[in-house]
């Protein structure tokens, strides 16, 4: 089966500073790849997306990074913000079947 | 406005006893997602519904059950909860074959079972 897996658990940056949450898939089939943020106690929120046919999607203070050679996936926030505090999970997938999620990264927004 | 609407937010279920978690969506999408989503853990896909067509995941135990009255409604029961059952479950729905495949998430209901 597919796993979708992150580099790092935690992530802590300055206020103002750029983040980069990395994510490792392994289902070369995969077709589409997201990106959630999910609040203390709340239900992940869409954050940007991309499909297998781009590299590369801007969004707003967002970027994500889609490398299919080494089936990597980045999320990059520009000037995070205390707001940006959050647990980011990777998902994948392809078709109307539910998303394999990586096990999440807690950016720790320090001030 | 809300979109995926579920209920309750809280619920507490004692062991072994019945219980039943609702989902709603006003957003006539033709997918329906169930998670559960364990504390510090990543949601893990339960099934869905494609339309009325119900997907069940290799490794979803027999425990939990599912059901979809309309589009609009979708359930999930668990009929003998365990201890290990307690976490976060989470109803997602979507709108496959019009080119979206965002997953559009409820705020979840807490289960505990006691």
């Known amino acids: 089966g597919e796993s979708v897996g992150l580099h790092l658990p935690t992530l802590s940056v300055q206020e103002g500073d750029n983040s980069i949450i990395n994510c490792a898939y392994s289902?070369?089939?995969?077709?589409?790849f997201i990106w959630y943020k999910q609040e203390s106690g709340k239900g992940p929120q869409f954050i940007i997306d991309?499909?297998?046919?781009?590299d590369k999607r801007q969004g707003q203070r967002v970027t994500v990074l889609l490398n299919k050679t080494v089936k990597h996936l980045s999320l990059q926030i520009a000037a995070t913000q205390p707001g940006d505090s959050a647990v980011y999970f990777c998902?994948?997938?392809?078709?109307?079947?539910?998303?394999?999620f990586g096990k999440g990264t807690h950016l720790i927004i320090q001030p | 406005d809300a979109m995926v609407i579920q209920n309750p937010r809280y619920q507490v279920t004692q062991f072994g006893k019945p219980v039943t978690l609702s989902c709603s969506q006003t957003l006539n999408h033709n997918v329906m997602y169930w998670y559960q989503q364990k504390s510090s853990q990543a949601p893990k896909l339960l099934f869905h519904?494609?339309?009325?067509?119900f997907n069940n995941e290799a490794d979803t135990p027999d425990n939990f059950q599912s059901r979809r009255p309309n589009t609009s409604f979708c359930f999930l029961d668990i009929r003998s909860p365990g201890l290990g059952d307690a976490a976060m479950y989470l109803c997602?729905?979507?709108?496959w074959g019009q080119g979206d495949y965002e997953q559009y998430f409820g705020p979840g209901t807490r289960l505990t079972v006691t």
């Open positions: 519904y494609y339309d009325k067509d």
């Open positions: 289902n070369s089939a995969s077709d589409y």
């Open positions: 991309i499909r297998s046919n781009m």
């Open positions: 998902g994948s997938g392809g078709g109307a079947d539910g998303l394999t």
């Open positions: 997602a729905t979507s709108r």
